[in-house]
C-alpha cells in the first residue's frame, strides 16, 4: 500500500474520522428537527440549533453524480479512478462524496449503493479510513487496490 494524502481533521469531523476508523458510517443529525447533514458542522442549516448527534444512517443510497478522474494529484492514487456523490436514502438532500469500487462501466444515476471503507496510511505511517461506495448488488464488486494488485499479477 502506497501511502497516500491524509485527511485534514478538525474539530467538528473528528467523530465522522474516528468512526470510518471503526468501519463505521455516523452522520450528525439535527436533535431539533431531525435533519441529517454533511459535512460536519456546529449548527442546523434547516433550524439553527445548535443540537446534534451522531447517528448510524443505512448506508446505502444511489449514485447522483460522478466523474472518472484521469489525471493523477498524487502517485498514490491509481488512474483513472471513478468519484462519486451519492444521495442517502435516509433523506433526500442528502449527498456523500466517497470513491466508487464497482466496475466503472457499471456507474449510471440512479445506481443503488452501499457505503464501505478504504483503510490507507499516509507518507508519516498515520492510519486513516476514508468512505467508498460499492454496488449495493455486489456483482463484480472488488476491494480498493485489488485492481492494482491483479494487473501486478499478470
Ligand atoms: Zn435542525
Known amino acids: 500500500m502506497s501511502a497516500r494524502p491524509?485527511?485534514?481533521?478538525?474539530?467538528?469531523?473528528?467523530?465522522?474520522?474516528?468512526?470510518?476508523?471503526?468501519?463505521?458510517?455516523?452522520?450528525?443529525?439535527?436533535?431539533?428537527?431531525?435533519?441529517?447533514?454533511?459535512?460536519?458542522?456546529?449548527?442546523?442549516n434547516r433550524c439553527a440549533s445548535f443540537e446534534?448527534?451522531?447517528?448510524?444512517?443505512?448506508?446505502?443510497?444511489?449514485?447522483a453524480s460522478w466523474i472518472v478522474n484521469h489525471h493523477r494529484f498524487s502517485e498514490a492514487f491509481e488512474s483513472p479512478y471513478p468519484v462519486v456523490t451519492v444521495r442517502l436514502e435516509d433523506q433526500a438532500d442528502l449527498l456523500l462524496p466517497g470513491s466508487f469500487t464497482g466496475?466503472?462501466?457499471?456507474?449510471?444515476?440512479?445506481?443503488?449503493?452501499?457505503?464501505?471503507?478504504?483503510d490507507a496510511v499516509d507518507e508519516a505511517g498515520r492510519r486513516f479510513t476514508l468512505l467508498t461506495w460499492r454496488p449495493e448488488d455486489g456483482a463484480d464488486?472488488?476491494?480498493?487496490?485489488?485492481?492494482?494488485?491483479?494487473?501486478a499479477a499478470t
Open 52 to 63: 446534534w448527534e451522531w447517528v448510524a444512517p443505512s448506508g446505502r443510497g444511489s449514485v
Open 6 to 44: 491524509a485527511p485534514a481533521v478538525d474539530r467538528d469531523s473528528r467523530p465522522w474520522w474516528d468512526a470510518l476508523a471503526r468501519h463505521e458510517l455516523v452522520l450528525q443529525r439535527c436533535s431539533a428537527c431531525r435533519a441529517w447533514r454533511w459535512p460536519p458542522r456546529a449548527i442546523c
Open 141 to 151: 464488486w472488488r476491494r480498493p487496490g485489488d485492481r492494482a494488485a491483479e494487473e
Open 103 to 118: 466496475p466503472m462501466d457499471r456507474l449510471r444515476i440512479g445506481l443503488e449503493v452501499v457505503a464501505d471503507f478504504d
